[in-house]
């Protein structure tokens, strides 16, 4: 366990190791970036549950720290809110997208189940080594499984997030403003690209609406009558048989997802990895349990917070000790999470549009960073065929029980993929 970084000052470009740290002053507000970084994604996925914003990012901070601890800090990762949990959770509560979710508590129960089938991953990690994984999941399964993610997400903000005309062309100015962002900006406003984009879209919306009449008026009442201190809206969890078997194997996509990251930050340190995949696996499973517990979504290592140190080419963990205790204070924010509420609906569409394209590109990129050879028809099949179910939802009935989209695309890339690819 580290316990203490060593200071150091590089030159500007300078690398920072995982056991140092910068001068405190940079290293608190390199922190507070890295929460700026997952704020975005964070909030999002509670909101497109029905969760409460504020325990999501409650607990993201307080993973973030299990996470820590489980590796011995030595993995430099921020633990924020999984968008692999978005479409099996709809489907297993029946949410409309939109509002509070009422039947919370099935889907924690299914998040907890999810975080203990992950954990015993990370422990099978630690007997048997990675090898299993590989075996398990080749890159053209997992580049496809990412891939479905986004796919199975994408009409979630295209048809419940744009009930008018005006909002459906508020939607396409923010991925629009977002996209601008991303190509034109530089410097860290390029890096907060979601946050800016999303900002710049509300004040567009916010003016069009009070000068046009087209949309409906910014409501900030509840901002201002929002204490800056209070618990959040905490729930418990309910176990349904159903909802398990819908939600638990989310899993095998946080395993991919894990993987993917740890594999970024090796090559970005020149640190070999492979021995911390277990105590990996099992931080992001007992903290995805104990965030399901009170209410918080599941949680995954995020990429967000590793192009930030692709960036600034600072992997010290201490950045992740400040950037987890600054969200627990914002969780217990109430004016935060009033002020995450008051982001028009079309808005939030506009960017739930980019991110899950951003996921359904990060599918893509898996494969082409493993030169997946598509001249090879099983890879071709393997990909092509759970693309399509989980974009259009394929549901396979087992009795009163469903598999959605994104699980018999998993299951499907996996069963192929052992069919169809797998040489002798």
């Not at 986004?150 to 996209?179: E, Y």
């Not at 569409?349 to 899950?356: A, L, M, N, T, W």
Request: glycine residues 14%; aromatic residues 8%.
């Amino acid at each position: 366990m580290i316990t203490s970084w060593r200071e150091v000052r590089p030159p500007t470009g300078g690398v920072v190791l995982p056991e140092e740290r910068l001068p405190w002053g940079q290293t608190l507000l390199l922190g507070v970036q890295h929460v700026v970084a997952m704020f975005g994604a964070t909030v999002l996925a509670p909101l497109l549950m029905g969760f409460d914003p504020n325990v999501a990012v409650l607990m993201s901070g307080i993973g973030t720290l299990i996470f820590f601890f489980c590796t011995g800090g030595r993995v430099p990762s921020y633990l924020g809110s999984s968008f692999a949990f978005i479409g099996v959770v709809i489907a297993a509560t029946g949410h409309s997208g939109t509002g509070p979710n009422a039947n919370i508590g099935v889907a924690l129960g299914g998040i907890i189940a999810c975080g203990v089938v992950y954990a015993l991953a990370g422990w099978a990690v630690l007997r048997a080594g990675t090898g299993w994984i590989d075996r398990l999941m080749p890159p053209v399964v997992t580049g496809t499984v990412v891939a479905v993610i986004g796919l199975n997400l994408a009409a979630i903000p295209i048809k419940n997030m744009a009930p008018t005309a005006f909002d459906a062309w508020m939607q396409a100015a923010t991925f629009v403003i977002i996209g601008l962002v991303a190509v034109r900006a530089r410097g860290l406003a390029q890096r907060l690209l979601i946050l800016a984009g999303l900002l710049a879209a509300t004040l567009l919306y916010a003016a069009l609406a009070a000068v046009t009449g087209w949309g409906t008026p910014l409501d900030l009442s509840r901002v201002a009558a929002a204490p800056w201190f209070g618990v959040p809206g905490f729930a418990a969890p309910a176990f349904s048989v159903s909802a398990i078997a819908l939600i638990a194997p989310v899993a095998i996509v946080l395993m991919a997802e894990n993987l993917g990251h740890l594999k970024a930050v090796a090559s970005m340190t020149g640190r070999n990895m492979d021995a911390q995949v277990g105590p990996a696996f099992i931080g992001d499973g007992v903290a995805t349990v104990v965030a399901g517990a009170v209410g918080g979504t599941g949680v995954t290592t995020y990429a967000e917070n590793i192009g930030v140190m692709a960036a600034t080419r600072v992997y010290s963990t201490l950045l992740f000790v400040v950037a987890a205790l600054a969200a627990i204070l914002l969780g217990f924010c109430p004016k935060f999470g009033a002020l995450i509420g008051a982001v028009p609906l079309a808005v939030m569409g506009g960017v739930s549009i980019v991110v899950f394209g951003l996921i359904t590109a990060a599918g893509a990129r898996i494969w082409v960073e493993a030169k997946v050879d598509f001249s090879d028809p099983a890879n071709l099949m393997v990909a092509a065929i759970p693309l399509v179910l989980g974009t259009g939802d394929f549901t396979l009935r087992f009795g009163g029980f469903a598999l959605g989209g994104i699980g018999t695309a998993t299951f499907g890339a996996i069963a192929l993929w052992w069919l169809l690819g797998r040489r002798a």
